[in-house]
Nanobody
């Protein structure tokens, strides 16, 4: 059974940082592309960042390029999203998504999410 559990969300000030983690189980994590998606208030879920499984290539939506960094630890079956220079528009629910790396697949399995709030 696939299980994805996000953590690390919380309240940050503009310009601050947060590091999200996603603990994965129930599938071969090291062989699976992974991504992060988010749902900001009033909008649909959107793809934020993704990472391939073998070549470890990283992809970002334009809005977060240069501020967010995706990474993975295959030994720990964990996906990360380091978020720096946070902006109020980054506020939303962040989800770990299995199986896609360059777009949001609404049919893909994802965790329950973790809330990120950026406010002064």
């Amino acid at each position: 059974q696939v299980r994805l559990v996000e953590s690390g969300g919380g309240l940050a000030k503009p310009g601050g940082s947060l590091r999200l983690s996603c603990a994965a189980s129930g599938f071969s994590f090291r062989d699976t592309p992974m991504s992060w998606a988010r749902q900001v208030p009033g909008k649909d879920l959107e793809w934020v960042s993704g990472m391939t499984a073998i070549s470890l290539d990283k992809y970002y939506t334009q809005a977060v390029k240069g501020r967010f960094t995706i990474s993975r630890d295959n030994a720990r079956n964990t996906l990360y999203l380091q978020m720096n220079n946070l902006k109020p528009e980054d506020t939303g629910y962040y989800y770990c998504v299995k199986g896609a790396y360059s777009y949001f697949d609404p049919a893909a399995e994802r965790g329950r999410g973790t809330q990120v709030t950026v406010s002064s």
